[in-house]
């Protein structure tokens, strides 16, 4: 057994994201996920963590058999094309994972699954049942009469199927009270306030044991359940357990020793119940420890609906990034949808950002600055400090990345308001025009988790003392 002597290890954080499936192209909403998740991973090893940021896909599932079938391509060939997608996305987002674990990876992931299914076992927490059941293919999900909208699935608005087979079941009634005094008491923060109260609410009805497993047909290349071939374990103790998988659980117990328990898993609000309720009662099962917090972001909905390709308002990040770089998107992510509520996103609001914020306002600083800089100062300014300031740290210590960036913005704003009524260029005043670098520099520290490419460019310049192109060229077409 691994002996988990590190709790509160000060000097690791370890981090994960969801892991989506691969049964379509990922759109602005995952890309907001990532960009939150690389946000943080850049402000804790700015903090001297040593971080772990860890990213996958979700590939078992009865999505990616169907998706397959109608792209005309194997499995393996569709999976192979999907997850080249997801690359693409997060290198053009300079997204800063440490690992992409797959869930059809059988080396890394498997083991893990299997382990862990075995310690439930033991614990005497899976049994065999008939279940009966409303059933969404797209959400790959069991609803409830409460769970329902005019009888339809919730998300997707269809039909569901009343299905009947024959499962293997958890026993997540008999950990109901234990997760809710975790998450009450903190022991396992949900964040914000507002969904911490909203799972409680939910513990407070009692959980139902959950169905574990599915008929090997539905999904030919999921994980067999040990000891019985006929059946696959079904998502939650395939998908949920890539968080323990990749880092060991089953196979390496030394770096899972390090890494485990998750500082932080960052989830949409679409998965809380997942992971407030169903993974905390496994791992409680399996006697392992709990993550410490879960992020619960709001979804970013399109013309007010959530972006889903069967409603077809999904926004394609790539294009985005082609049209106004990588730096950009992640303005527009971290700073214009509110971190922990729905915001709407509209592609005309990125031209408004783009050439507002960024061209006339960032952009036109920097450039302002510089010129003064390079025309009047002979001598390089030294920067003294390269440490992302108090204000910055309390806020993303709270995960108030939203206000984080606001804090950011005001701080330029006050900085034109300077040069404005100080007027460098009539007094030519060595002294403001070296100050005015020096807090220029103070900007670029504090933009390093969020825009690390511009932190990089405005702190370049100041080395150089000019500024070789604009920093965002104004986009009018
Ligand atoms: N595979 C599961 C997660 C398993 S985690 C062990 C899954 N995948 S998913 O592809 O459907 O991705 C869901 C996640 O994508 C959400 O929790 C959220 O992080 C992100 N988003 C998907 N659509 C979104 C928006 N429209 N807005 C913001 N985030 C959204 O569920």
Known sequence: MPNFPRMNQPNKFYLTSPIFYPNAKLHMGHAYTMTLCDILARYQRLENKEVYFLTGSDENTGKVVRAAKEANKSIEEFLTEINKNFENLYKSLNISYDQFIRTTDKEKHWPGAIALWNKLVEAGDIYKSIYRGLYCPSCEAFYTGKDLVDGKCPYHMTILEGIEE????????KYTDTVKEKIKSDKLRVIPETRKNEILALLEQGLEDVSFSRPIENVPHGIPVPGDSTQVIYVWCDALVNYISAIGYGRDETELDKWWPANLHVIGKDILRFHAAIWPA??????????NSLLVHGFITSGGHKMS????????????IEKFGPEAVRYVLARKISTFEDGDLTTEAFKDAYNGDLANGLGNLVSRIMKLAETHLSQLVTVQSSALGKEIELLLDKFEIQKAMNYIWSEIGELDAEIQKTKPWESKDKGVIADLVLRLSHIAYTLAPFMPQTSEKILSAIKDNRLSKPLFPRKDA
């Open 166 to 173: 024959e499962n293997y079941f958890f026993r997540l009634s």
């Open 282 to 291: 496994m791992l409680l099962s399996a006697g392992l420890p709990l993550p």
């Open 309 to 320: 390709k069967s409603i077809g308002n999904i926004i394609d990040p790539l294009e985005l």
